[in-house]
């Protein structure tokens, strides 16, 4: 259900906006009146996402973006403030899953680092320079995408798995560090999502995966998006450093 107007006057930046999770979001917050800022590192995939959202409240407008990049997330920040005057809201979820069937022996350290370096050091990037903007006005949400992989492991996903258990380390550690501060950084951590991310993982993988959620289905992409935007609101004023699941009964911890 879309809350009108729960946004108005609010500025949020959305990594991996191009599809899945990251559209989702941008859409909602768009819809109930924000400003969204939409980065993806595909510029295809990010203009027929910004197409596909139509008439919202809100404004939107999009730019490419590295997340694994430096010095695209700082002048991605500096540029939402400098044009907005402010930066309340960034949800990081560009991200890949790398290889889906492949036991440690056969995974290529390339692509193990490569699995990091988009999810984990790009978490590291993108909260340094959300905090660094929002500090200013002394507020702001920062939302990670983890993964119940990150609490279980996933065998067959060494690379996905360990990245997403780091993004939990760093959303508890800086949670911690500016906890004083009107700045919280949480974490969201679902387990199967029906997104084209999914629909990339080796089919008995999907399956088998599916299979471990007690409520027997996928979660949706609006499911993900309702939950985010509670999460990255002013509603959620007491929590910080927290890591909130969505996995349809399969979380034990």
């Not at 907005?84 to 889906?100: E, F, Q, R, T």
């Not at 974490?187 to 089919?203: F, G």
Request: net charge negative.
């Amino acid at each position: 259900m879309i809350i009108p107007n729960r946004f108005k006057d609010q500025v949020a930046v959305v990594t991996g906006a191009g599809s899945g999770i990251g559209l989702g979001i941008s859409r909602r917050i768009a819809l109930e009146g924000g400003t969204v800022i939409m980065a993806d590192i595909d510029q295809a995939a990010l203009d027929a996402a910004h197409g596909t959202i139509g008439e919202a409240p809100g404004s939107l407008w999009r730019t490419v973006m590295d997340v694994t990049k430096e010095v695209d997330a700082r002048d991605l920040m500096e540029k939402a403030v400098a044009r907005h005057g402010k930066l309340d809201a960034v949800v990081n979820c560009a991200g890949i899953v790398g290889p889906s069937a492949a036991n440690i022996a056969d995974y290529d350290l390339s692509s193990f680092r490569e699995v990091l370096d988009v999810n984990l050091v790009g978490s590291f990037i993108v909260t340094k320079y959300a905090i660094n903007a929002m500090l200013r006005t002394g507020y702001g949400r920062i939302l990670l995408l983890a993964s119940i992989s990150g609490k279980e492991g996933n065998p067959g996903m060494a690379g996905y798995s360990t990245s997403k258990a780091g993004v939990i380390g760093l959303t508890k550690a800086v949670g911690k560090e500016y906890a004083h501060t009107h700045i919280t950084i949480n974490a969201l951590a679902p387990a199967m999502i029906s997104t084209p991310l999914a629909q990339s993982l080796d089919p008995d993988k999907l399956s088998h995966l599916t299979d471990k959620i007690p409520m027997g289905r996928l979660g949706t992409i609006d499911e993900a998006a309702a939950f985010a935007c509670w999460i990255v609101s002013p509603e959620a004023s007491f929590s910080t450093g927290a890591i909130f699941d969505l996995s349809g009964g399969r979380a034990t911890y």
